[in-house]
T-cell receptor, first 116, second 113 residues
């Protein structure tokens, strides 16, 4: 069974650029959530996708957007990058929505984004 | 708005001692999760607590949930150095229309040999 994978591992961008981060869910999982974790902080919920539809969003501006594909892999897109966007971006998958009874989320290794 | 607070945020303790980490949350929910994060690593699921009075134990760690008090505890018994890590609790919003998981700021645990 393959776990959650993310790419790339590290990324350096400059202010104003756009970035796309990718996540492959654990086999059999149809729900993906994305989190931003600044250094020394807890993960901040960005949004969640279930069967290709967004069904929950945290306090992030519209320049943070996402997609989930039919194979349940997912992308996080961030436009007009700002210095404060520098963080570890974590993807987590689950076998369904947690609110509907899925057990827990399984996290990928993360993408470290640095914005200069 | 769902808020999750952990305390303490930092904890340095000697091996062999017992201690408890507290997690308070602000709205009605009966789904609470504990995770561990080692430096530079991702999050590892420790416990899933799904109902009032739930108690789960794994080795020297035991987690409990009191939904009426909106409180979960993570108890460490006879701490060992390998338990040094940051521990996060997270709560499900329990809202189908706005489904989200909110994390606490974490408790950085340092166990001295």
């Amino acid at each position: 069974e393959t776990g959650v994978t993310q790419s790339p591992t590290h990324l350096i961008k400059t202010r104003g650029q756009q970035v796309t981060l990718r996540c492959s869910s654990q086999s059999g999982h149809n729900t993906v959530s994305w989190y931003q974790q600044a250094l020394g902080q807890g993960p901040q919920f960005i949004f969640q996708y279930y069967r290709e539809e967004e069904n929950g969003r945290g306090n992030f501006p519209p320049r943070f957007s996402g997609l989930q594909f039919p194979n349940y892999s997912s992308e996080l897109n961030v436009n007009a990058l700002e210095l404060d966007d520098s963080a570890l971006y974590l993807c987590a998958s689950s076998s369904g929505r947690l609110i509907a009874g899925a057990d827990t989320q399984y996290f990928g290794p993360g993408t470290r984004l640095t914005v200069l | 708005e769902l808020k999750v607070e952990q305390n303490p945020l930092f904890l340095s303790m000697q091996e062999g001692k017992n201690y408890t980490i507290y997690c308070n949350y602000s709205t009605t929910s009966d789904r609470l999760y504990w995770y561990r994060q080692d430096p530079g690593k991702s999050l590892e699921s420790l416990f899933v607590l799904l109902s009032n009075g739930a108690v789960k134990q794994e080795g020297r760690l035991m987690a409990s949930l009191d939904t009426k008090a909106r409180l979960s505890t993570l108890h460490i018994t006879a701490a060992v150095h390998d338990l040094s890590a940051t521990y996060f609790c997270a709560v499900d919003s329990a809202d189908y229309r706005d489904d989200k998981i909110i994390f606490g700021k974490g408790t950085r645990l340092h166990i001295l040999p």
